[in-house]
């Protein structure tokens, strides 16, 4: 058995996760060790199942999140951050070398309740990081606007804004916005 590099004080068992597909549960800190390759055959032998949508029971989650690096169980390389969503500064571990993901305790209630859980594998590509990097700076610019304009007048300019790109004459109005003098014949 292979003890746990996130505690490093109990022992890796082999298991399941909701008598799905496999996993090894830490016997101490009750993290679970889960290979992609493990999960998606799981996938392709299920492709009906749908994780439940009822989450009541999860309102009150507790996710444990491990911010110092840990390594592979399998490999003993670093292990990589990952975000799950923009709106969070949670983060899963994933092993690159491996293909593995390591769920802190609490962790895959967590993806259940971001509704995720059916999705384990896209979570650590490239793509899922992407679109999670552009919507935190899409956030990011957007609080910064409404802080400088305040919510009634950044609310007015994202409306001329929507209207000015759905306009053919865009460009000649953004010209006559911009110009000291529209009426001028000098440019």
Not at 67 to 76: Q, Y
Not at 140 to 160: A, N, Q
């Amino acid at each position: 058995m292979k003890r746990c590099t996130s505690c490093k004080n109990g022992v890796l068992k082999s298991g399941f996760i909701e008598e799905l597909f496999r996993a090894y549960t830490c016997s101490s800190c009750e993290g679970n060790w889960i290979l992609i390759e493990d999960y998606l055959s799981w996938k392709i032998q299920n492709p009906e199942y749908k994780f439940s949508e009822d989450v009541s029971n999860l309102n009150d989650v507790i996710a444990e999140d491990t911010k110092r690096a840990i390594l592979c169980p399998v490999s003993g390389s670093i292990m990589q951050k990952i975000k799950i969503i923009a709106s969070s500064e949670h983060r899963i571990d994933y092993s690159t070398v491996v293909g593995g993901v390591w769920l802190d305790k609490g962790e895959w209630d967590l993806l259940k309740l971001e509704g995720l859980a059916g999705s384990l594998n896209f979570l650590v590509t490239h793509e899922w990081q992407k679109k999670i990097r552009e919507s935190k700076a899409h956030e990011t610019f957007s609080e910064r606007y409404r802080s400088k304009f305040g919510d009634e007048l950044y609310g007015k300019v994202k409306e001329v804004r929507k209207w000015l790109y759905e306009e053919a004459q865009r460009i000649d109005i953004l010209a006559y916005l911009n110009a000291e003098d529209p009426y001028s014949a000098e440019r």
